[in-house]
């Protein structure tokens, strides 16, 4: 049906766009909605977050995704019938969120989802002969598009692997589109389940732009805190600044092939499991640690992670500006560890005009913006960042 092409079409020539960015990261807090009035394209895109929110998930949607979530082993039935039921339970969240916010779907552009990651292996970590880097989201686009009739991109991340990536981080595009800021080289880091950061040069050099995952950001520590608080996660770090960092466990902790991989790199909960935490305490014979000593020793095991990682990977004497964003950034036992360990002050990236919790959100809405608006992206030979758009299209009709 060319209406939708033609719809499409008179949508990419638009001077701007009202599009909804959505993320449901790691954490499996909720999902983030982000409705963006977006201008231009490229480096020339200007972003405005008009109305956010994160809907939370409730138990019985959580609990059903963490029966497959980053596990080897599932039940297949449970996986194919929760990739429509995410994307049927997300547009039904989008169009709460509309009418909470008066806003008719008419005048909504595009949606740019996410979906949800249940498996994230890429080759270095699988290491299987002959098969590719690899990573599965679902909550499919086409059951979005349909149920809000709304034009739908989803799928972000086969096309970065396609093209020699590793699926992520891809907040880099982001990143460097609405912060980069000439004379002023910037760290951009992201503390969601997982940690990773983007290196933006003040001379706005494309070519020297670096993106990577670091390690756990909160998943370790929320997945303890359940376990033995029977809490989400360790809301403003008081359980950790209750306990004492156990050098032995930390030492184990840190003793994982992803750390002497090459970067760029990512990972995910598939390796900084419970099981992981486990048998760290078997290797370090803590397995009788004290709950508090034990969250306070994960807090500093992704705070090193962090900053050994912007050490390791920045030129040495580089001057820069760091941000944080992601729900780590309420974290103050998290940040003032890293601030210490680089010895630098860390600012918020609500400072640049975007709250730091939407950042993931608005990024997918960007990506979006650029895979119907933008031109060919180029950002020289940088491993980690091929040049291409990224989004598969669902039409609603
Ligand atoms: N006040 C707070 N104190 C401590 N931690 C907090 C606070 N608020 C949020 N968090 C942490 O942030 C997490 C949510 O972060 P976020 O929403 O950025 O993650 P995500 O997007 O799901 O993950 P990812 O970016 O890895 O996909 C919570 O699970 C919790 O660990
Ligand atoms: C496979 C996957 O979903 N990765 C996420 C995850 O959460 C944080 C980190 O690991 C990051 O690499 C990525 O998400 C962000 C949005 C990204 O691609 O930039």
Not at 7 to 13: P, V
Not at 21 to 38: E, F, K, Q, Y
Not at 355 to 377: C, I, P, Q, T, Y
Request: a negative charge; glycine letters at 12%.
């Amino acid at each position: 049906m060319k209406e939708h092409v033609e719809k499409l079409y008179a949508l990419s020539r638009k001077p701007s766009r009202r599009i909804i960015g959505l993320m449901s990261g790691t954490s499996l807090d909720g999902l983030d909605v982000a409705l963006c009035h977006v201008v231009g394209s490229g480096p020339e895109t200007r972003l405005k977050v008009e109305h956010f929110k994160t809907v939370p998930y409730e138990d019985g949607f959580r609990n059903a995704v963490r029966e497959i979530f980053a596990k080897r082993q599932i039940d297949f039935q449970q996986l194919c019938l929760l990739n429509p039921f995410i994307g049927l339970q997300h547009a039904q969240m989008i169009l709460e969120c509309l009418s909470e916010w008066g806003i008719p779907t008419s005048e909504v552009d595009l949606i740019a989802s996410h979906g949800q990651t249940v498996f994230h292996a890429p080759q270095k970590q699988h290491g299987i002969a002959g098969f590719p880097n690899a990573t599965l989201q679902i909550g499919d686009g086409d059951h979005i598009a349909v149920k809000t009739g709304i034009i739908t991109l989803s799928d972000f991340r086969q096309k970065h692997i396609a093209a020699g990536g590793e699926g992520a981080p891809l907040a880099v595009y982001g990143d460097y589109f609405l912060f980069s800021q000439k004379g002023e080289s910037r760290i951009l880091l992201n503390m969601g389940g997982i940690a990773n950061f983007t290196f933006l040069p003040g001379n706005l050099d494309t070519s020297a732009v670096f993106t990577t995952d670091t390690g756990p950001g909160n998943t370790l520590i929320d997945a303890f805190t359940r376990l033995h608080f029977g809490k989400s996660y360790d809301e403003n770090g008081s359980i950790a600044s209750s306990g004492v960092i156990d050098e032995a466990l930390l030492k184990a902790l840190k003793d994982s092939p992803f750390f002497e991989q090459p970067f760029p790199k990512t990972t995910g909960p598939e390796v900084f499991s419970v099981d992981y935490v486990k048998n760290a305490m078997q290797v370090s014979g803590r397995g009788g640690i004290a709950p508090n000593h034990l969250i306070a020793t994960l807090t500093q095991f992704s705070a090193e992670a962090i900053s050994e990682a912007i050490r390791d990977a920045m030129p040495a004497g580089e001057a820069f500006e760091m941000y944080a964003s992601g729900g780590g950034a309420h974290n103050p036992v998290l940040m003032s560890a890293i601030g210490e360990l680089l010895g630098r002050h860390i600012r918020l990236i609500d400072e640049l005009g975007v709250s730091g919790d939407a950042k993931e959100a608005v990024l997918f809405a960007v990506l979006a913006n650029e895979a119907v608006a933008g031109e060919a992206l180029y950002f020289g030979e940088k491993k980690g960042v091929p040049g291409v758009s990224m989004g598969k299209i669902s039409f609603p009709g």
